[in-house]
């Protein structure tokens, strides 16, 4: 736990010499599907970093202070940044990071949630909440209700969201007109199955599907499921 005085002061946090934000934008070049990195707003943006007490240099640092959050194919997939009007959840507010309790994630201790997807699927980074590497991504998996490691970094885990195979990824979850719909789908929201994903071998085109909170389905599948983890 970091008292106030030993936590390092904005300019410290922000390189302007080698920003981890440049290596980002050669990715961006390379991508193979619609990239969406949204706008940050200054202020916000500053507080999100300092908060985190991470560098610029890193990767994470540079998206959470350059970021709004970065949209993956149409908004399948969802990098939290420092938030953005129409993407309201920040690196901050979602993990439930309270300064005035040593600046330590209250959503998932132990990790720091970084992106998800549409089907309401969360991506961890491990910090001691999960069994492996400290440091890797974790993905917990709507089909199954268990975290699973991505044997990737944050830094990898990005770079592939961008550049590699996503839809080799989710092939057995995408529907027919699944790019059109879910440009109607907030980014702060998800799709809930009925039936749910991991109940029953009904195709996924088959399931009914409606739009709410990602919150709610954090809730319904994350939560109540905490003893998985």
Known sequence: MKEEKDMKELSELKNNSDPGWRVVEEWLLEANKPIRVLESYKKKSEEI???LQISTRSILGAVAY???GIIVDNGWLRFLG???????????????IDMNQGGKCTRLPGSILVADDVLGGFFAM??????GKVGDIFYFAPDSLEWESLNKTYPEFLHWSITGNVQLFY??????GWDNEIKNIGYDQGVLFYPPLWSGDEPVSNRSRNNVSIAEIWDFT?????GRC
Not at 126 to 131: L, S
């Open 222 to 226: 994350v939560d109540s499921n905490a």
């Open 66 to 68: 350059q970021t709004g």
């Open 171 to 176: 092939e057995m979850f995408r529907w027919y």
């Open 82 to 96: 420092s938030g953005n009007a129409s993407f309201r959840r920040n690196l901050v507010s979602w993990n439930g």
């Open 126 to 131: 491990n910090g001691g909440a999960f069994e």
């Open 49 to 51: 970093l300092y908060s």
